[in-house]
T-cell receptor, first 112, second 115 residues
Framework: EDKVVQSPLSLVVHEGDTVTLNCSYEVTNFRSLLWYKQEKKAPTFLFML????IEKKSGRLSSILDKKELFSILNITATQTGDSAVYLC????????????FGKGTKLSVKP | DTEVTQTPKHLVMGMTNKKSLKCEQHMGHRAMYWYKQKAKKPPELMFV???????INESVPSRFSPECPNSSLLNLHLHALQPEDSALYLC??????????????FGDGTRLSIL
């Protein structure tokens, strides 16, 4: 059965801390791995990773994929209260259609 | 604000009502999606439209009926819903369905409550 597992499920840190969120996946016909940030409404696209070992960076956020070990990490440095959200990892897989299977998310709370 | 627009933002309806959710994008994307998200759970795929044709129906009950009138619009018609159908309904679009390099972009969702 295809699955995406995120850990930890929740995390509380203080402003300025660095956090690492984990995502492991087991999907058939894996194509890419995506990270989204969801606050109260729409999941906001962060990164899409297709190749192993190539880090993607956007400001204080970065992510990398390991296709051999079937996992990805999302790093956030110098966290701010505005980083508080649920971070969703999703694997794009299968045939010719853009299926996404989501993990349950990591709820990050950044305290001042 | 996202580039995928969903209306209404909130909807309360009775179990005998008929209503529709609407989704619009003007990014030229050819794939559009409906997801259902219950509280504290990840989004679950319901339907995929590719080039205005329904390509995936993830065993969704017939009380949910999708429609894609054109490449920019996606509707979800609702009829005889149950209280357990209360959820956030998210629409998403991507350049194409299935191609590796096109991420899905989500609308803000319609929060649906069934009385």
């Amino acid at each position: 059965e295809d699955k995406v597992v995120q850990s930890p499920l929740s995390l509380v840190v203080h402003e300025g801390d660095t956090v690492t969120l984990n995502c492991s996946y087991e999907v058939t016909n894996f194509r890419s791995l995506l990270w989204y940030k969801q606050e109260k409404k729409a999941p906001t696209f962060l990164f899409m990773l297709t190749s192993s070992g190539i880090e993607k960076k956007s400001g204080r956020l970065s992510s990398i994929l390991d296709k051999k070990e079937l996992f990805s990490i999302l790093n956030i440095t110098a966290t701010q209260t505005g980083d508080s959200a649920v971070y969703l990892c999703a694997a794009n897989y299968g045939g010719s259609q853009g299926n996404l299977i989501f993990g349950k998310g990591t709820k990050l709370s950044v305290k001042p | 604000d996202t580039e995928v627009t969903q209306t209404p933002k909130h909807l309360v309806m009775g179990m005998t009502n008929k209503k529709s959710l609407k989704c619009e994008q003007h990014m030229g994307h050819r794939a559009m999606y409906w997801y259902k998200q219950k509280a504290k759970k990840p989004p679950e795929l319901m339907f995929v439209y590719s080039y205005e044709k329904l390509s995936i129906n993830e065993s969704v009950p017939s009380r949910f009926s999708p429609e894609c009138p054109n490449s920019s619009l996606l509707n979800l018609h609702l009829h005889a819903l149950q209280p357990e159908d209360s959820a956030l309904y998210l629409c998403a679009s991507s350049q194409e369905a299935g191609a590796v390099f096109w991420p899905q972009h989500f609308g803000d969702g319609t929060r649906l409550s069934i009385l």
